[in-house]
């Protein structure tokens, strides 16, 4: 008999009808972990393994699992991206999100207050954890940096940000998700600017810069086209340091450019931008 038998088999012998693992299954499922099941009947972590996957349970990382039975979550936020608030963040995440193998959608950025924005309209109870990243790229000393990030666990919201584009390797996001409504275009373009995008002031001219892939770049240029007059939509997408890049250069056409993406924007707690890159725009450009 091989091991595989065995280790079963001494399990079946504790676990005897499809009651008692119907049991186990649920015990699982209510996220008593793996070692307390192992205690509870009086067998091993690898027996329970194997029970558990002989009757297709996925086994996953228990943190990931604990997080998304035990915080209340809003599920169903990226079914109707047709709201500036599911606009804005599903632009957010495309630009700086990920989704992890382990099955969570995660992000990480230097911004706690902006992490707390999206926790208030998907999970208001989910953690945000802090780590020390040392030595950081994000420092122009390359000094230690402080990194928050939050993971969203939740098998239907990781479904339904697949649907719309978003995937593990940024590099493989190519499609300008079809379901954004024209009049949150901006909110979306905006979020995604929030994530992966930036200006600067330097000599008199201000710069106005994203990143992405080819294709989803020419989809955001021509939608800026169509609502920036002086945008043409033959503008040249760059390549350099691995990543596409469309930039333009020159304090009318970037104005312009901030004007459109902060349109009808509402200043409150938990408003649709990214406070500092904002206050920075308002330095620059003259809007409310």
Known sequence: MTKYLELKQKLLNTITNKDAIEELKTNYKKVITIRKLARLYHTNETSIRLILKENSIKIGNYGHRKAYRKYILNEEFFNDLSSPEAAYWFGFLLADGYLNKNGYIGLDIKDFDHLEKLKNVIGPTLPIYKRIVKNSKRNLKWNDSVVYYMHISS?????????IGLTERKSQREIFPTQ?????LNVFCRGYFDGDGGFSHS???????IRGSKDFLEKYLYIMAENCPLVSNNKKISFDSGAHRLQFNGNNISEQIIKW?????IIEDNGLYLNRKYKIAKQFMDIT
């Open 203 to 209: 000599n008199g001219q201000t710069t106005f810069n």
């Open 180 to 184: 954004i409504n024209d009049d949150v």
């Open 155 to 163: 098998v239907k919201l990781v479904e339904a940000v697949k649907l």
């Open 261 to 265: 993406l902060y349109k009808d924007i």
